[in-house]
């Protein structure tokens, strides 16, 4: 990382070796608590979290040289707290609610006016604009969408971070491969428009995650940290082997999987301790309505005031929820509300997704959960669209265990309102 991102802010300083075993016993610590079998939907974030944000905010901070190390211990320690305080959240039993359930020929035909209407929005909006450009050219597409203006916000966002998404999921657990299509045909649509990655991306890692399920041998969780360690194992050999010579391939893989999955979000967390170390905290006067009473003590917004800080020039530097909710609402203290907040949230989406198979429903939230470690929990539950799959879950039938005899019937209840054949609803073959 130092070596190809040094321009980005990963220096390497070396630090002694007593913080070095400090990190590694913080990092591995949340292991020992934290759930091996998937019971609840906001387990799956809940590991994911760990292995993107918690381990490189633990790591990271302490290579980079923002403050000595010594400095750095309250930090790693805060992280290690806030995981902990996630793992408290699955101590309490879930709410029994009484589920308003609508039918499955209600649902879909009001999901397709939804899904529809916002397509339709990006269409219009985008129309003579719409590219399919390299990750090198984003932010050129990305600066033409923003002139637009925020109108397309919430039709952006929550298409590429809960409607696309639940077609994907749902195409793949229950083998509709229609689905799973017009899902990744929209994310790929959001991309042309707003060069987002992100969109592109989700379609990997939920069919990812997809296949581990699929694979019968070991725990998920282990087979997830498993595969990380493969892949990270892989690319550090083809890059050693390939020198200074790396090819574009390369190049490509490591800045998708080493800088934007997992190094950023440790470099980001110890800029945001960096900054407010020495600057005002804002008392969540970053959120809409609260900076309506509370005076927000800076220029730019959030992620962009830490960009000009850093690298001189206005580029967005928004993390994820342990800095923005955290770190710069309350220093260190903040991270440990904001995990509590956090862990009261992954409790109302297993109480809303109570009824349905844990796979499933976790799969169905993985992208927009998996956002919090790039977003605040407010951006991510409102306009990021977890609060719109919450009510999904709450009012959609459980369709995991239904018998098969039943499928046809549930088909024919699905069909008209997607306006396509052979979208039916069949018992997971993996469901246990």
Not at 50 to 76: A, C, H, K, Q, W
Not at 364 to 393: D, E, I, M, P, R
Request: aromatic share 18%; net charge neutral; hydrophobic share 55%.
């Amino acid at each position: 990382m130092s070596q190809t991102y040094n321009n980005y802010g990963f220096n390497y300083q070396p630090v002694p070796g007593f913080y070095v075993v400090l990190a590694w016993l913080l990092a591995i610590l949340p292991s020992l608590w934290m759930p091996i079998r998937l019971t609840r939907a906001s387990q799956l974030a809940y590991w994911v979290l760990y292995l993107t944000v918690i381990i490189p905010s633990i790591f990271v901070p302490l290579f980079v040289g923002l403050n000595r190390p010594d400095e750095i211990v309250p930090l790693m320690v805060a992280m290690c707290a806030g995981a902990g305080i996630l793992g408290l959240g699955y101590l309490f039993p879930l709410r029994s609610f009484r589920f308003f359930t609508i039918s499955p020929t209600t649902f879909w035909t009001g999901f397709a006016i939804l899904a529809g209407a916002c397509t339709l929005m990006i269409v219009v909006f985008f129309w003579g604009n719409m590219h399919l450009v390299s990750f090198a050219d984003i932010y050129d597409l990305r600066n033409d969408a923003q002139d637009r203006g925020p109108v397309l916000n919430y039709a952006l966002m929550w298409s590429y971070g809960a409607i696309y998404p639940f077609l994907i999921a749902w195409g793949l657990y229950f083998r509709r491969w229609l689905l799973f299509l017009l899902g990744s045909l929209g994310q790929v649509l959001v991309y042309s428009c707003f060069g987002t990655k992100a969109s592109l991306l989700s379609i990997v890692f939920i069919t990812g995650l997809y296949g581990l399920f699929r694979l019968k041998r070991g725990t998920f969780p282990l087979k997830l940290v498993w595969t990380v360690a493969g892949i990270f194992f892989v690319l550090c050999a083809i890059f050693l082997a390939e020198g200074e010579e790396a090819d574009v391939v390369t190049l490509l893989l490591m800045f998708l999987v080493m800088f934007r999955s997992f190094g950023l979000s440790g470099l980001l967390t110890g800029q945001y301790y960096y900054f407010f170390q020495h600057n005002p905290h804002t008392y969540f006067a970053h959120l809409k309505v609260v900076n309506w009473f509370v005076h927000y003590p800076y220029h730019y917004v959030l992620g962009t005031e830490i960009g000009y800080y850093f690298y001189g020039f206005q580029l967005d530097t928004t993390a994820h929820f342990w800095a923005t909710d955290g770190l710069a609402a309350l220093g260190l203290p903040g991270i440990l509300l904001a995990s509590a907040v956090c862990a009261f949230l992954f409790w109302i989406i297993d109480s809303a997704a109570a009824r349905h198979e844990a796979r499933f429903a976790g799969l169905v939230t993985f992208y927009a959960t998996y956002s919090l470690a790039n977003l605040s929990l407010f951006t991510t539950f409102l306009s990021g669209g977890l609060g719109l799959l919450v009510l999904f879950l709450y009012v959609l039938q459980p369709a995991t265990g239904a018998p098969r005899a039943r499928s046809g019937a549930m088909q024919k209840a699905v069909t008209p309102a997607l306006g396509m054949g052979a979208v039916g609803i069949e018992a997971s073959p993996d469901t246990a």
